[in-house]
């Protein structure tokens, strides 16, 4: 799951920070930033499955307000 792409790494860094802080009691991955081509995107997972991603996605969108995209590997 994706939560943002920035070019500036502190965004993201703080963006990590408060995501961990919201969701660390229900969540067992955490919120990491993951620089390339400029960007410092701010991400949580892998998952095991495109349901589980989901799942977890719904969870953390009820929680916290913030809608994530899929990021393929």
């Known amino acids: 799951l994706q ?7 502190q ?9 961990n802080q919201q969701i660390g009691q229900f969540e ?9 081509d400029g960007l410092h995107r ?11 991603a989901v799942n977890a996605a719904m969870r953390i969108q009820q929680e916290t307000g913030l809608q994530s995209s899929m990021a393929l590997r």
């Open 28 to 36: 067992s991955r955490q919120a990491y930033v993951q620089e390339g």
């Open 3 to 9: 939560f943002g792409a920035f070019s500036a790494a």
């Open 42 to 52: 701010v991400r949580i997972g892998p998952y095991p499955s495109r349901t589980a």
């Open 11 to 19: 965004t993201a860094v703080n963006l990590a920070g408060r995501l």
